[in-house]
């Protein structure tokens, strides 16, 4: 992917921040996942009184893509808007893997207009697979 698309996917991202539900925390994030298809799901994390209970925004845009039949993502946003530091939980970084390869670039907004970038594979080596545990999700 061209820097320009990481900075048209990271505005996406971005786009999701106001929907944020984030009464306890005040941490707005803002996930957008690019499937194999070219489409793009968002996503904001949706917080709980019970805060254990809270939806990260990286669930939240896998969840919507799947809900619409992807199964394959090919780059991944990450934004809290202006503050930076933001990547992906350890809880999302294996629920990115499912639908990711190694390589998928995952673009963590810095918050000033540039953004890191990281592989899949860099943020979480040697994830478990559907295949270590003899199943291929193709056939389910
Ligand atoms: N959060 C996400 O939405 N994604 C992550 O992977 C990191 C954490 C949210 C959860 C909580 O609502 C807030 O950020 C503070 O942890
Ligand atoms: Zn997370």
Known sequence: MEPTDAAALIERAREALDAAYVPYSEYQVGAAVLTADGEVFTGCNVENANYSNALHAEEVAVGS????????????????????????????????????????????????????????????????????????????
Do not use: K
């Open 65 to 140: 893509a799947v809900r619409a039949g992807h199964r394959s993502i090919t780059a991944v946003a990450v934004t809290s808007g202006e503050r930076d530091g933001v990547t992906p939980c350890g809880m999302c970084r294996q629920t990115l893997a499912e639908f990711g390869d190694d390589d998928v670039p995952v673009y963590c907004d810095t918050g000033d207009g540039e953004w890191n970038e990281y592989t899949l594979g860099e943020l979480i080596p040697d994830t478990i697979t559907p295949g270590m545990l003899g199943i291929d999700p193709d056939a389910a």
